[in-house]
């Protein structure tokens, strides 16, 4: 699905929503006979603009309201993420107070249609309509500080990444520099790479996509790229950025992680391998999340630098995927393997 804050456009002002309810108010025109009494004239224009401007407020009003989605409703990772950076309370309160003067406005549109009806002389429908007015701005005005705090806030959740629920996750990991961005891209199905932000980071997603032909059907797989994200030990975070991390729990069906056997990316297998632990203990083994492990850099790397990788991670040579990602060479079996996980269990479903 697309980010559900996507919709959460720009909240004007409490003075331009009253501008412009106003300014319409006062162009509109009611269907009156030319013949018609001059204060029966009056009754029906003011009555008009009574009307307009304060249905105008509230459809307004209401389209504020339903441009933020519901918290309680959404999917567990943009909860999650909305409230790390929002303050999720603060926000229901405050829909809750621009709600709360919907019916007020109601009830000061049937009170004053209802003195208008009663009034004797022309210039008391002008005197009542600038009463609504004054009414109608004061009610509003005193919600500036709520219309502020949306507008304020909209930018933040509209930067949360949009993931696609319906089809599997595939969440690359690794040290930086393993080339963990060359596999998505190689492996892709599209070779155009969707790149959206991340909350608390200075870092982007990479999002691709792979295709995987079955008999009658096509099946798609999400494969995403974290740099900046699952590249180093998490205890080298403050608070917030290790929930918003950890918030990819939630969307992640597979661990891909990407191990380089040289010393060409700049970490040592140490340090790869408890990046790897440390996943592990959060990731695979909390949610319960499979995972494929790929020792890349095939070109680059010894023998000796190859068995001593699999020696310390205890591996058998079925246990890991051995690439070259620049070469495309081996990436073949990353495909047949989440084949395996993914479309032979769908696959064995529909007989």
Known sequence: MKN???????VPPAQKLLDIAFKRAMKSSASVSKNAPILIKAKKK?????????????DRILKIIKMVPIIEELPDFYRELASLLVDTDQLRLTLGKLNGILPILSKIKREYLSKLRKIEHPKEGDRIRRAV???VSSILRKQSDNLEYLNSIRGKLREIPSIDYSI????CAGAPNVGKSSIVKEISTKKKIEVQEYPFTTKKLILGHLKIERRFDTVSLQIMDSPGILDRPLESRNNIEKQAI???RLISDLILFIFDPTPACGYTIESQINLFNEIKENFIQKENINYIIVFNKKDLASESEIKYLKNELKLTDDDFILTNALTGENLDKIIARLRDMFIKPMESKDF
Do not use: D, M, S
Request: glycine residues 4%; proline residues 7%.
């Open 46 to 58: 003011e009555a008009k603009r009574i009307k307009v401007a304060i249905e105008e407020l509230i």
């Open 168 to 171: 599997p996750c595939i969440v």
């Open 4 to 10: 559900p804050f996507l919709n959460f456009f720009y």
């Open 133 to 135: 007015f004054g009414r």
């Open 246 to 248: 950890l918030a990819l």
